[in-house]
């Protein structure tokens, strides 16, 4: 029999539980013959749930950034722009689950559905980016011409690409958080808990999503290698050059072109 009071904190219950097993354990190895077979009980209620939880919420997380990155990749064929939108991805779902807990959200099954779903929510916008950035990038190769000899030049052809990519896709993306916004501010008002708490998630992860997509992956478009940006990884392992659009790039400051193939 056990002294210990229930306590709804889970650590806490999670320790106890631990000590009981590793009590038992350590005790059933020195028992004689059949109570070798013994085991214990206790009135702990949930905790398996809340375990299941727990690993549910992690995997399930861990195959959408997994599904999130492939898609990435399909739409940009960029594994540059693949590794920035996932590392944008986890910012956004790190801080929209730190804003949510210091909020006061505990896991629960409602909770759990909803941590799953903010990865695929947040990865809208940076396809959005991602794929207008290529396209604004195979434009100025179709275009023109362009020889630059520094790495001045190189940042703004970069910066203005990411400018064209703002005044294209920056309105559209900016009315899609919004109305997101306006639906989570309706959900707010039922008095239904669960569509309160999904409408606050859709607030703080919509605003997460434009805040870390505009001032964080764009960005890094600009700060990264003009050569990263346009080599195309499914064209340079299928033979057909590892250029997009026809882009050849070189880095040195001092022999820099772009040239069209003929």
């Known amino acids: 029999t056990s002294t210990h009071h229930f306590a709804p904190d889970f650590p806490e219950t999670e320790k106890f539980l631990n000590d009981i097993e590793e009590f038992t354990d350590e005790w059933l190895k020195k028992a004689p013959g059949n109570l070798k077979k013994g085991f214990v009980t ?7 749930m809340i375990l299941a939880l727990l690993s549910g919420v992690t995997q399930s997380i861990a195959v959408s950034l997994s599904v999130t990155s492939v898609v990435l990749f399909l739409c940009t064929g960029n594994l540059a722009l693949t590794i920035v939108g996932v590392g ?6 790190a ?18 559905v909803v941590f799953s779903i903010a990865v695929g929510l947040s990865v ?3 396809v959005h980016y991602a794929w207008a950035i290529l396209l604004e990038l195979q434009k100025q190769n179709t275009d023109e011409m362009y020889l630059f000899k520094s790495a001045d030049n190189r940042t703004g052809l ?24 306006v639906a989570g501010f309706v ?7 669960f569509f309160i708490r999904f409408g606050k998630f859709l607030m703080v992860v919509m605003t997460c999503s434009w ?11 600009v700060m990264m290698p003009l050569s990263w940006l346009s080599f195309d990884l499914v064209g340079a392992c299928t033979g057909r050059g590892g250029s997009r659009g026809g882009l050849e790039v070189f880095d040195d400051d001092t022999t820099y072109t772009q040239r069209l193939k003929l």
Do not use: H, Q, Y
């Open 211 to 221: 805040i870390f997509t505009n001032f964080f992956f764009l960005p890094c478009v």
């Open 88 to 93: 944008t991805i986890c910012l956004i779902l």
């Open 95 to 112: 801080t929209t689950v730190a804003t949510l807990v210091r909020d006061g959200w505990e896991l629960n099954v409602g909770e759990s």
């Open 42 to 48: 206790t009135e702990v209620m949930f905790i398996d």
């Open 124 to 126: 809208d916008f940076c």
């Open 187 to 193: 959900m707010g008002l039922c008095k239904t808990l």
């Open 158 to 181: 970069k910066r203005k690409i990411v400018k064209v990519c703002l005044k294209e896709m920056g309105p559209s993306v900016t009315m899609g958080a919004l109305t997101t916004l």
